[in-house]
């Protein structure tokens, strides 16, 4: 049948007129057969911004004014660094840094980064935690002289974080009285975090959020090296954090 | 809060759902059931795997509705876990979809009876539209579907489409004259 081209309100028409048309199945059951399968779950809970995840213990960390929000937020591949109003200080918190190892059985089993730099070279303590997130492996330094204690009783702790660094690893909160610098470590972007406490918390591939890890840090330098997000954390200067930082290997 | 038919209101039924209720969320089901499966079917064309898709998308959508924006309407959301859900099947099924149409007879126009010749010439028409929507990609068979077969309002669109609102007129303005230049070829 040969025929003229549809005008713009016949071919509205047939195409209205088509979905009147479609043989589309009627549902029958579906509600009770939905039902049956929802019986046994409930809906999954939000997954929200750093800010407003927090459990009601880790929210006596913060002190949220209003328009506190995640607007004002520093990025490096992994990490999200949040300005908040305030951050109180909390009962401390016990430290979890996962299973206590040894350097050489780590060297064993995976490739932590290690410094070069003589006061770094050998750390006190050693441990490793494994989760779906990756590995985490920590480097714990005693306090001594120029390496005075932080809020976490350490001298210097060395997080690696060996996870993918596509979501966001670690969130930290900053107040007012905390200063917070993009920085550069061997030609990959790094951020330097100085003055009062902040808190801090690591995410999983998954996206949860682990409380355990919810505590207050002192200064801290965040760098990424070779596919490893390594997080110093100790009371020294920036300049001093960027050599350690340097002589990682 | 209830509407003045006696039915819970839609916000109340998903608050409800939110909170685990089965009972609310079998009544949102019940709904809404018509649309998801018509909107799966469009996109698979296939009765079966089109009540599948929906049977499917319903489960995912409760699992989900923990990231659902309270007070946002509960139908376009619902669509596009559908469609997401219909065009993964439609993909594994490896074939296009194309729809059927039923026998039924034309509705009179007006107050007269469709005429024979009036009657074979639509159903011409609807053939020859089928065919060229067959050739069509499928964003543009989606918003064409979402506009025309499922009366989708431009925000319902929007939501569904998980687009601007803006971007939806020019979307579909565009899906429109490729059908038009599919049915000159």
Do not use: C
């Amino acid at each position: 049948m040969t025929r003229r081209p549809l005008t713009d309100a016949e071919l509205e028409a047939a195409l209205r007129d088509i979905g009147a048309h479609l043989r589309a199945p009627a549902p029958t059951q579906l509600a009770q057969r939905v039902r049956a399968r929802i019986v046994v779950t409930r809906p999954e809970p939000a997954r929200r911004p750093w800010l407003f995840a927090l459990a009601p213990a880790a929210l006596t960390l913060l002190v949220i004014g209003a328009g506190a929000a995640a607007a004002d937020v520093i990025r490096v591949r992994g990490v999200d660094v949040f300005r908040v109003p305030a951050v109180s200080v909390p009962a401390r918190q016990p430290l979890d840094l996962g299973e206590r190892t040894t350097l050489d059985a780590l060297r064993a089993a995976a490739q932590p980064r290690v410094s070069s730099d003589t006061a770094f070279a050998r750390p006190d303590e050693v441990y490793v935690r494994r989760s779906a997130a990756g590995e985490q492996v920590y480097f714990a330094y005693h306090p001594r002289p120029g390496l005075p204690a932080g809020p976490t009783g350490y001298g210097a702790l060395v997080g690696q974080f060996s996870g993918s660094l596509d979501a966001s690893l670690i969130g930290k909160g900053v107040g007012p009285g905390t200063k917070v610098e993009s920085t550069v470590v061997a030609g990959e972007p790094g951020i330097w975090i100085e003055g009062e406490a902040h808190f801090f918390f690591y995410r999983d591939a998954r996206g949860d959020i682990h409380q355990e890890s919810l505590r207050l840090a002192g200064n801290t330098l965040l760098w990424q090296h070779r596919g490893t997000l390594i997080r110093l954390e100790a009371q020294v200067s920036r300049e001093r954090a960027l050599e350690i930082a340097a002589s990682f290997r | 809060m209830t509407l003045p038919d006696g039915q819970p209101d839609e916000h109340a039924l998903v608050e409800r759902a939110r909170r685990g209720d089965g009972d609310a969320y079998g009544e949102l089901v019940t709904r809404y059931q018509g649309i998801a499966t018509r909107t799966a079917y469009v996109i698979t064309g296939d009765a079966s795997e089109a009540e599948e898709a929906a049977q499917d998308a319903f489960v995912k959508a409760y699992r989900a509705l923990g990231r659902f924006r309270a007070g946002a309407p509960f139908r376009p959301w619902l669509l596009r876990i559908v469609a997401n859900e219909a065009i993964n099947r439609r993909k594994s099924m490896g074939r296009r979809a194309t729809v059927e149409l039923t026998e039924a007879s034309d509705r009179p126009q007006g107050d007269r009876a469709v005429s024979p010749e009036e009657a074979a010439l639509a159903t011409e028409t609807r053939r020859v539209v089928v065919a060229a929507l067959d050739r069509l990609r499928e964003d543009d068979r989606l918003v064409i579907s979402y506009r025309y077969f499922l009366d989708l309002s431009e925000a319902e669109m929007a939501e569904a489409l998980g687009v601007a609102r803006g971007t939806v007129k020019s979307r579909l303005s565009r899906a429109m004259a490729r059908l038009r230049e599919v049915m000159r070829d």
